[in-house]
């Protein structure tokens, strides 16, 4: 149960904080506007990318230990996020991507980097590890 919590409001709650901390300190707290704006649409954007990585963190758990699936969860979420980034802009504009949104498309990947990966960790469910371990018979 704590799986879908952790991805699904911890993990855009992570990525809107960072947007709006860094839009505070390009736009400054004058144009309280675009900080809103920017920090709901990373928000909304993170939330279908959080839930599939959510899917796949779940899917790696009984296989994997949490300090070698975090990383990879992380790597999963950023993928994802570069993608749907150079996906709605493809659809929006159907013309070749320009290095300066596939540097966009780099950047909104970093910025779920990290949130990515301590959902995954926090979500690592220890007593049921443990009891996958012990013997059957007593």
Do not use: H
């Amino acid at each position: 149960m704590k799986r879908p919590v952790m991805f699904l409001l911890l993990g855009p709650s992570l990525v809107a904080l960072a947007v709006w901390m860094v839009a505070v300190a390009i736009a400054g707290r004058i144009d309280d506007a675009f900080v809103a704006l920017c920090t709901t649409a990373s928000f909304l954007l993170t939330l279908p990318v959080s839930a599939i990585t959510g899917l796949v963190d779940g899917y790696l758990a009984p296989a994997m230990p949490a300090p070698l699936r975090a990383p990879l969860t992380a790597a999963i979420g950023a993928a994802l996020a570069s993608g749907l980034f150079l996906i709605l802009f493809t659809m929006m504009f159907s013309r070749p991507v320009p290095p300066e949104i596939m540097n966009g498309a780099l950047c909104a990947g970093l910025f779920l980097l990290l949130p990515m990966g301590v959902c995954s960790l926090l979500s690592n469910d220890v007593d049921r590890q443990r009891r996958s371990i012990e013997p059957a018979c007593a």
